[in-house]
């Protein structure tokens, strides 16, 4: 648990957080344009800047009261900087050692070092100097050398803002499973709209310097206006899991997890992709776009995902374009994006039972 | 001691070493502090430190060598304040003046390379070191001198070869007390003055030749590291 009340100005720039709290379990993504104050509340909050002024209490821990802030050296943060910021007078393996002295030892059956480095995928990389690495293999002995010094929190400022799209994607699996495993609490900050929808449990929305609101990430991409919604339009984001089909290995489905006790779970046939099953919790994100809607079931058609829905509201999402939330058996929310015709026409309303066609879904992870 | 059949009195070129040698290590020890102090410090008043610690650059060495015989005459404020820590004894014409003379003349060659060093480094990397637990003096030791080395060396050789290269100071304030505090440069000026050209030019030679190896070795330094770093 996060709580507290901020204030940091850096040059003319002040950002002045308002109060605000949140739940520090799972990961929480700080969003908001570049420029909005992300950076320097996460500065705050890590102690770094001693101009910092306000309150922040960690747990029960006061990490900030007044002008006197408890020194960022003792707050045990894990944190991955944009750059990385390895040392650069060491090989990968002084870097991870820097950590590991000062490293606290009672924690330290959680985290086991060899067990990091093998699930970062470094140890091909220990002896070289940390001055010719690629981007991608820097962030990975950044993440590597933040676990090492066991951390209660960590935290992650742009890691992925300098790297290619194929970093990209591998940084996010690592970091996506290495988060979940270790089960540390993570703040990140990031700008993408793709990674919040694909990590964030919470979104913590800044914009002029200041918290605008905290919200779970269904919540936050349960308004029209959110800011998470690109010019892709709105999105729904489903919980769930990866399942064969009759054992065929090019056959497979994602079946939601329920989010209410009398929910039921809802199938989603994937395509013949051959995305590799991995056990545990995905992700499915339907782009409102991607969905179209019919007042029953309809028989031949191309699109095998035919979902019952129940229309939640409809929005204006845009000129002549209305966003229609619906809720599905499960409890989770579909968004469907259509004409103001075709609302009129069909007559729908809120309450009214439908059948959402979705064209595509892209599992996130 | 003979050279080429020509007469050398080695105790100069011993002293100047030993001159030399104290003087940077001494700069190490209040130089750094002073360097790192000056390139945090966000007060107005730091082009004020500043221009104070560059002073030497700019002045002719007889204006600072003056101020010091004063200040350090038996009755003068230096010497009174060590008086306080215990200290007796006189501060001129003698070794440990030569060495006060030689750290104040030299503080600019020790304290610039260091402030850029120092201005140089990666905030990042400091915070990240801070996060990983390292205290301010753990930090200093580990991360902020390990990779300001560069100035650190840079601001040693330029310290040892420019107190190997003055004269006035240490003329004024060593004054010229043959087998004490009768330096490098002032042995050769002694061999002009006496028309002694052969020892003169010997000197003089291994001055030469001092001087541009030092040089070399700094700009050495600077390429190895900008190689490192490119």
Same mark, same amino acid.
């Given at each position: 648990?996060? &709580?507290?009340?901020?204030?940091?100005?850096?040059?003319?720039?002040?950002?002045?957080?308002?109060d605000f709290a949140f739940d520090s379990d799972g990961i929480t993504a700080l969003f908001g344009?570049?420029?909005?104050?992300?950076?320097?509340l996460l500065r705050a909050m890590a102690g770094l800047d001693r101009h910092t002024r306000g309150q922040l209490r960690f747990h029960d821990e006061v990490w900030q009261d007044g002008r006197r802030g408890l020194l960022a050296e003792q707050r045990d943060i894990g944190m991955v900087f944009q750059h990385a910021a390895l040392l650069t007078h060491r090989t990968v393996r002084g870097n991870l050692a820097f950590a590991a002295r000062r490293a606290p030892g009672d924690r330290g059956a959680a985290i086991d070092r060899d067990q990091i480095i093998e699930r970062t995928g470094i140890g091909p990389l220990l002896d070289r100097a940390v001055g010719n690495l690629s981007g991608g293999e820097r962030q990975r002995i950044a993440i590597a050398r933040a676990l090492i010094g066991r951390p209660r929190v960590l935290m992650m400022d742009e890691p992925l803002a300098a790297l290619d799209w194929? &970093?990209?994607? *591998?940084?996010?699996?690592?970091?996506?499973?290495?988060?979940?495993?270790?089960?540390?609490?993570?703040?990140?900050?990031?700008?993408?709209?793709?990674?919040?929808?694909?990590?964030?449990?919470?979104?913590?929305?800044?914009?002029?310097? &200041?918290? *605008?609101?905290?919200?779970a990430l269904k919540e936050a991409l349960g308004r029209i206006d959110s800011p998470l919604f690109t010019e892709e339009g709105p999105v729904a984001s489903l919980d769930?899991?990866?399942?064969?089909?009759?054992?065929?290995?090019?056959?497979?489905?994602?079946?939601?997890?329920?989010?209410?006790?009398?929910?039921?779970p809802v199938t989603f046939q994937l395509g013949a992709d051959g995305a590799a099953i991995e056990n545990g919790p995905r992700r499915l994100r339907v782009r409102a776009d991607d969905v179209a809607l019919s007042r029953e079931r309809i028989g031949n058609i191309s699109m095998q995902n035919q979902i019952p829905a129940r229309i939640e509201r409809i929005d204006t999402s845009g000129p002549g374009r209305r966003a229609v939330f619906m809720t599905? &058996?499960?409890?989770?929310?579909?968004?469907? *994006?259509?004409t103001d015709r075709a609302v009129a026409n069909m007559g729908l309303d809120t309450g009214q039972a439908v059948t959402a066609l979705v064209k595509s879904a892209a599992l996130m992870r | 001691m003979t050279l080429f059949g020509i007469p050398l009195d080695t105790h100069p070129i011993w002293l100047t070493v030993q001159v030399a040698a104290i003087t940077t290590i001494v700069l190490l020890v209040i130089g750094v502090p002073i360097a790192w102090g000056l390139s945090r410090m966000r007060s107005r008043w730091r082009v004020v430190f500043e221009a104070l610690v560059s002073l030497p650059l700019v002045l002719p060495p007889t204006v600072l060598g003056f101020y010091l015989i004063i200040a350090m005459t038996p009755n003068g404020p230096l010497t009174e304040f060590l008086g306080l820590f215990g200290f007796s004894g006189q501060l001129t014409f003698n070794f440990t003046g030569l060495v006060i003379g030689s750290v104040l003349f030299s503080l600019p060659f020790m304290v610039q390379p260091m402030m850029s060093a120092f201005q140089g480094l990666s905030e990042e990397v400091l915070d990240a070191a801070r996060l990983m637990r390292a205290r301010f003096l753990d930090r200093f030791f580990t991360v902020i001198l390990p990779l300001s080395r560069q100035g650190l060396l840079v601001g040693s050789v330029l310290t040892f070869a420019h107190t190997v290269g003055e004269f006035g100071v240490v003329l004024m304030v060593g004054g010229n007390i043959e087998g004490q505090t009768r330096m490098v440069s002032i042995a050769i000026f002694d061999h002009v003055e006496s028309f002694e050209y052969a020892q003169a030019h010997l000197l003089s030679a291994v001055m030469v030749i001092f001087a541009f190896a030092t040089l070399v070795g700094v700009y050495l330094i600077n390429r190895r590291f900008s190689a490192k770093l490119g």
């Open positions: 648990m996060f &709580a507290g009340n901020l204030i940091l100005t850096v040059g003319d720039f002040q950002m002045a957080s308002g344009r570049s420029g909005s104050g992300k950076s320097t194929r &970093a990209k994607a *591998e940084l996010l699996d690592l970091f996506e499973t290495v988060i979940r495993d270790f089960a540390i609490p993570t703040v990140l900050i990031t700008h993408a709209p793709a990674e919040v929808e694909r990590l964030a449990d919470r979104v913590v929305f800044m914009a002029d310097g &200041a918290v *605008e609101r905290v919200e769930g899991h990866v399942e064969r089909v009759d054992d065929d290995p090019h056959r497979l489905r994602f079946v939601t997890t329920p989010q209410t006790d009398s929910g039921q599905l &058996a499960d409890g989770q929310r579909l968004i469907s *994006e259509v | -």
